[in-house]
């Protein structure tokens, strides 16, 4: 019986699709809720899965065509078993020739489909080692499967109690060559820029900076931080979840910085949803701890490390991160001491964190080293007066040099 996959089901958000990588070839086996084919969108990939054990027949969509919500792909003969005859995948033929040892272009993190990256998780492969032979240089499953034969071949050559040497990585480009590589540019990329540039060019975007002393932060993280692991199974004590608490309570002295414009009209909320900005593979995401009011710094920390793996394993869902009243970003992480961080909208502000850097601080006539961090509000001028933005950020200085107040609410 023919089964037609088609494409997920797409949110009003999104308008369509592309083919990012097929990891099953007409002819190959299939099994029962396996993965067929990624859809990437301009915010998250989809996981199409086969709905019955059977056998691919048939691709209408290649990898890099636009395809539309429930838009037909392929089709599966259910039931049916792979021919003899049929055509091994290429990878499959001379596993031990496979580029196994090919280092990621340009020396960054090679892109992962997300049956990849867990197979490689699996076996122990580092993707970095594996050259992709997907779209724009992704790095698909068949490309691990090649991966990890030739590593088992490799092993089991190697003379006995002596762990073969590492080979010398190749160079990309060889010195003096001018070469270049064109790769097309990923949807959430694409998106992302367009969204930027979007911002620019319809705010009145305007900066405020100002200055925290971490150190309260940094001695109570210190003390307390086995002790909160211990009690919250796991969950470590980071200083996102301080920043989130007085930003929450910050958007609720200054409404203005936690709403939106529509059209004509500005809409003020009644809640606090704070977006996180998070790196992954395919680019910046802003996955969105929902009613962060009432969450404890326990339940924000564990809300960020599992957005952090999410991402990391291409997981992240449209609903995590639709919606979103501010936006906070940690270019500290990365080595940022300062920088414009420019608003997500329709929000009209975005808190920017920096690196943690020990500078000379007059204190009570006195000069004292202490760990300071610059913060950055870029904000909407349209709807947001300098006032407001001041304020709203000495209000999180003040709740961040002394988070007895985030405690107790005052």
Known sequence: MAIEIKAPTFPESVADGTVATWHKKPGEAVKRDELIVDIETDKVVMEVLAEADGVLSEIVKNEGDTVLSGELLGRLDAGATASAAAPAPAQAQAPAAAPAAAPSEGGEDPILAPAARKLAEENGIDPNS??????????TKEDVVAAVEAKKSGASSAPAGKPSAPAAAAPIFAAGDRVEKRVPMTRLRAKVAERLVEAQSSMAMLTTFNEVNMKPIMDLRSKYKDLFEKKHNGVRLGFMSFFVKAAVEALKR????NASIDGNDIVYHGYQDIGVAVSSDRGLVVPV??????????EIEGGIADFGKKAKAGKLTIEDMTGGTFTISNGGVFGSLLSTPIVNPPQTAILGMHKIQERPMAVNGQVVILPMMYLALSYDHRLIDGKEAVTFLV????????????????
């Open 130 to 139: 594996i050259r992709g032979t997907g779209k724009g240089g992704r790095v």
């Open 254 to 257: 200054q409404p203005g910085v």
């Open 289 to 298: 701890l929902r009613n962060a009011e009432f969450m404890s710094l326990a």
């Open 395 to 410: 209000t999180m200085k003040d709740l961040l040099e002394d988070p007895a107040r985030l405690l107790l609410d005052i």
